[in-house]
């Protein structure tokens, strides 16, 4: 079982910058692949990136291209989403989810454990 514990989110300006942890208790961790999804009001959850086991490839959805960046600490059983850039757009909550299949997949449903979310919000 992996416990995933989410934090760093916060309100921030537009332009500015945040970094998100996401905290794993579990041996295994740096087996699986984690990724990081977003959920805005009204919308449904979202695919933003995901690295792999040895963190040696990172996927990131097109609209955080060159802006985010997602690396893990195995050592620490973390992985970080640095945000850069931050648009209002990018209000959302922010998930992290972990892969023990190690699969580098953007289907949420693929995902086996879920931390409870960050809340980020980007004002104008």
């Known amino acids: 079982q992996v416990q995933l514990v989410e934090s760093g989110g916060g309100l921030v300006q537009a332009g500015g910058s945040l970094r998100l942890s996401c905290a794993a208790s579990?041996?295994?961790?740096?087996?699986?692949?984690v990724g990081w999804f977003r959920q805005a009001p009204g919308k449904e959850r979202e695919f933003v990136a995901h690295?792999?086991?040895?963190?040696?490839?990172?996927y990131y959805t097109n609209s955080v291209k060159g802006r985010f960046a997602i690396s893990r600490d195995n050592a620490k059983n973390t992985v970080y989403l640095q945000m850069n850039s931050l648009k209002t757009e990018d209000t959302a909550v922010y998930y992290c989810?972990?892969?023990?299949?190690?699969?580098?997949?953007?289907?949420?449903?693929?995902?086996?454990?879920w931390g409870q979310g960050t809340q980020v919000t980007v004002s104008s």
């Open positions: 579990g041996r295994s961790f740096s087996t699986y692949t």
């Open positions: 690295i792999s086991r040895i963190g040696g490839f990172a």
């Open positions: 989810a972990a892969d023990p299949q190690g699969r580098t997949t953007r289907d949420e449903y693929e995902y086996d454990y």
